[in-house]
């Protein structure tokens, strides 16, 4: 059973970098042929795909927010992470990192971390 987990600041200021690390139990983030990405909520709205990171440590980012967002990885302790730069109040969301296998949906989710950016 794969298990993800998020975690990092809940509170992240005006301007700031929000920095959030997933921490994956139960199967490796290189194994084939698997991405991994990042996805928020923000309060009374849907999901908004943020980016992904793949088996081989390619990157993907939403053309929206691809100039303040990277994504990168840590094999040796199975976790990938997620930065997004210059966020002002409307990066505040519930961030998840999740699994996909190439096929149909998603079939990992964390259970998410709630970020809010204020001052």
């Known amino acids: 059973q794969v298990q993800l987990q998020e975690s990092g600041p809940g509170l992240v200021k005006p301007s700031q970098t929000l920095s959030l690390t997933c921490t994956v139990s139960g199967g490796s983030i290189t194994t084939n042929y698997y991405y991994w990405h990042w996805i928020r909520q923000p309060p009374g709205k849907g999901l908004e795909w943020i980016g992904d990171i793949n088996y081989s440590g390619s990157t993907y980012y939403n053309p929206c927010l691809r100039s303040r967002t990277s994504i990168s990885r840590d094999t040796s302790k199975n976790q990938f992470s997620l930065q997004l730069s210059y966020v002002t109040p409307e990066a505040t969301a519930v961030y998840y990192c999740?699994?996909?296998?190439?096929?149909?949906?998603?079939?990992?989710w964390g259970k998410g971390t709630k970020v809010t950016v204020s001052s």
């Open positions: 999740a699994r996909y296998s190439g096929i149909g949906d998603i079939d990992y």
